[in-house]
């Protein structure tokens, strides 16, 4: 199952409008509000915690009806449970039939609009599929294809988990090239939806001055230290502390004060400590 060629048309002039866009650094994003992928797990959660008799085959029946009637919300929380194999025998064939129907459904549904999130993840899935292929799916190794899902994920959709993924093919000659310019830009947009490891990378580069990048220390460091908030208790937490604290050793006092003031400023906007 592919999507339409033609649904991945506009991708192009998407990207041209977000790269020749606003500076890329700006602090103007806050957090979006509750998602759909939200509605979806607090659908699941409610589920599993109605009891009362209601069995495990009869909530995965619940959802696979819903699913068939065309709830992409029904939809997506299959294919994660499929994928997963969390409480369905896994089988991630049937986890990219699920993903692979919310994107050919929904592919030019509105940007902003309610179930945009749940698209934007299910173009992210479907580009992790092709990007490795999926034999027991039909699926072959396509990762042109992929970067094109993720590309449609991230800028018609403005996924920041699917920007961030941009932001890394820029600095891969094997993907997208290296272009450290618009891996930057890129991190940046997801950076400012309070994508920690977009902000993580983001800081550094702007530390550093990478690539053609002017340095700015203090941008940089107050990137980094958002950044490090916001990854506690993830698996992301290590590697972005070690950018911190290798930036932070090198950098002087004034900047290293300035930037931790900054960070203080908008790390509500982000909800970070």
Same mark, same amino acid.
């Given at each position: ?11 192009? +002039? ?104 749940? +698209? ?154």
């Amino acid at each position: 199952m592919r999507i339409s060629r033609g649904a991945l048309a506009l991708v192009s +002039v998407s990207v041209v409008a977000l790269l020749c866009g606003a500076p890329a650094f700006a602090q103007d994003n806050l957090l979006a509000p509750p998602t759909a992928a939200d509605a979806a797990q607090a659908m699941a959660s409610a589920m599993d915690g109605a009891g009362g008799g209601i069995s495990s085959t009869e909530q995965v029946a619940a959802l696979q009806d819903a699913a068939a009637a065309g709830d992409p919300m029904a939809q997506w929380q299959l294919g994660l449970m499929y994928e997963a194999g969390e409480g369905v025998t896994q089988d991630k064939a049937k986890a990219f039939g699920y993903f692979a129907e919310i994107a050919d459904q929904h592919a030019d549904s509105a940007p902003r609009g309610t179930e945009a999130d749940i +698209v934007a993840h299910s173009f992210v899935k479907m580009g992790d599929y092709y990007k490795d292929g999926l034999p027991e799916a039909g699926i072959a190794k396509d990762e042109s294809y992929s970067l094109k899902l993720l590309l449609h994920a991230a800028s018609y959709f403005g996924d920041a988990d699917a920007q961030y993924r941009v932001g890394e093919a820029y600095l891969d000659a094997n993907a997208l090239g290296d272009n450290p310019v618009q891996s930057a830009r890129w991190f940046s947009l997801a950076a400012r939806k309070g994508h920690a490891p977009a902000q993580a990378k983001l800081g550094d580069m702007l530390f550093n001055g990478e690539g053609g990048l002017k340095s700015n220390p203090v941008e940089g460091l107050m990137w980094l230290t958002l950044a490090s908030r916001l990854s506690i208790g993830t698996t992301d937490a290590d590697w972005i502390n070690d950018l911190l604290n290798a930036d932070m050793s090198i950098a002087n006092p004034d900047d290293r004060k300035q930037a931790v003031s900054v960070a203080d400023q908008v790390a509500s906007q982000f909800g970070a400590p």
